[in-house]
Nanobody
Framework: QVQLVESGGGLVQPGGSLRLSCTFS????????VGWFRQAPGKEREFIGR????????YNVDFKKGRFTISRDKAKNTVYLQMSSLKPEDTAVYHC???????????????WGQGTQVTVSS
């Protein structure tokens, strides 16, 4: 059974940075894609991007402007989401999720972490 634990959230001022971590356990890390998502109050969940098993990253076009960077540390079984120049509209619960299969051309995320709150406010 895959388990995912997010950490690193908190309160940050506008313009600040945070690095979220998603620690993976239970299966072979390299066999899974790990995606980052966020959900703000009253809004639908957004896909930010994913880290592939080989260590590459793919981003939702709305997050390709350089403020969000996904990376993978294979030795630590951890995927990171580095966020910079944060804005109040980035306030949300951030989740990571793992997938090892594709259905209808897209990854099916079967395992989810509990989420970590990010609040951007002065």
């Amino acid at each position: 059974q895959v388990q995912l634990v997010e950490s690193g959230g908190g309160l940050v001022q506008p313009g600040g940075s945070l690095r979220l971590s998603c620690t993976f356990s239970g299966r072979m890390f390299g066999n899974y894609v790990v995606g980052w998502f966020r959900q703000a109050p009253g809004k639908e969940r957004e896909f930010i991007g994913r880290s592939t098993g080989s260590g590459g990253s793919v981003y939702n076009v709305d997050f390709k402007k350089g403020r969000f960077t996904i990376s993978r540390d294979k030795a630590k079984n951890t995927v990171y989401l580095q966020m910079s120049s944060l804005k109040p509209e980035d306030t949300a619960v951030y989740h990571c999720a793992a997938s090892s299969r594709i259905i209808a051309g897209d990854y099916e995320y079967d395992y989810w972490g509990q989420g970590t709150q990010v609040t951007v406010s002065s």
